[in-house]
């Protein structure tokens, strides 16, 4: 087969104008936004509160797809080896910068996603039982001193953004409490309001229902703000942890290769709908706070959080179930 210079020059030349003209007119048919946890949960929550929106404003489609299993990496690899069109979407939570510490072989490399924007924070809190005698997290901290390992303390499981941040507490605390991973907040808050665990490290929008109805208390918060739910409750920074700010969150990434127009274009219609006072309101019921980070924001973050979680599996010791 003959390859003249002259039309590999052509084709060099035409590919920035393929790449251009894809851009401008994406998107052309429906858009695949794969969430790779169960239905109901934060993430898909958020997913389905901001992106009919979204939707709206690109003028196509958007299909939530939920795609579950081993902590987030199913639905990731689906999206890793989707084409770089525009057209299929994962919407991550912090599984997203644990995973690369604490699973081994995966097909795909983390770190090869396009960031598009830390769409939301859910803030966590460390609450307790309402028979536990702390009233102060300082009361906590010196019952802890004076059993160690012997206070037991509920997350929405191994690894997850609770679990890390029990792990840095106790760390920062110079305690030791007993972990106990449950298969979400919602059955960890169950068991704090049945008095089976002392405490639970979970988000607030898990912990509110049973603190409000008097049967836990909230001791703090894990974000360096209070909250506008539950203004009396001080953080952890202020709470002798300076810069402790360890929360659930989501966001979104692309595929490797997604054009940058496409991405921009995507960045844009989400920060639009994060500033509309309906979509802000439905997220403050999850217990969410809106975020719309940048790219390069949400790069720096998702860089910056890698080294993290690293640094805190590995000092911890925590494995994959």
Do not use: C
């Amino acid at each position: 087969m003959t390859i003249h210079r002259r039309g590999l020059l052509g084709a060099a030349l035409a590919m920035p104008f393929v790449a251009t003209a894809s851009a401008q007119t994406w998107p052309a048919r429906s858009i695949r936004l794969v969430v790779p946890f169960a239905a109901g949960g934060a993430a898909d929550s958020a997913a389905r509160t901001v992106f009919p929106r979204v939707s709206e404003i690109l003028g196509q489609t958007i299909v939530v797809e939920n795609r579950t299993g081993a902590g987030g990496s199913i639905g990731a690899a689906a999206v890793a080896q989707a084409a770089a069109d525009g057209y299929t979407w994962l919407f991550d939570a912090s599984s997203h910068i644990v995973n690369p510490s604490l699973l081994r072989n995966l097909p795909f490399d983390y770190a090869s996603f396009v960031p598009v924007s830390q769409v939301a924070s859910f803030p966590q809190v460390i609450a307790v039982k309402d028979a536990f005698p702390a009233r102060s997290l300082a009361e906590l901290i010196e019952a802890a001193k004076a059993r160690p390992g012997e206070l037991s303390f509920g997350t929405q499981g191994n690894a997850t953004a609770g679990h890390l941040a029990l792990e840095l507490f106790q760390s920062q605390a110079g305690i030791k409490l007993t972990h106990v991973p449950y298969r979400g907040g919602a059955d960890a808050a169950r068991d704090l309001a049945a008095g089976t665990v002392d405490g639970v490290l979970i988000t607030a929008l898990s912990a509110g229902p049973i603190v409000q109805s008097g049967r836990a208390r909230m001791l703090a918060v894990t974000v360096t703000e209070r909250l506008a739910n539950w203004p009396a409750v001080p953080t952890l920074n202020e709470s002798g942890f300076p810069g402790f700010d360890m929360s659930e969150w989501v966001g979104l990434v692309a595929p490797s290769g997604t054009p940058a127009p496409i991405v921009q274009r995507m960045y844009g219609a989400v920060a639009e709908v994060l500033k509309e006072q309906p979509v802000r309101e439905r997220l403050a019921q999850l217990g969410a706070v809106p975020v719309g980070t940048d790219p390069e924001v949400f790069g720096r973050f998702l860089r910056e959080g890698r080294g993290t979680m690293a640094r805190l599996v590995r000092e911890a010791g925590i494995q994959a179930n």
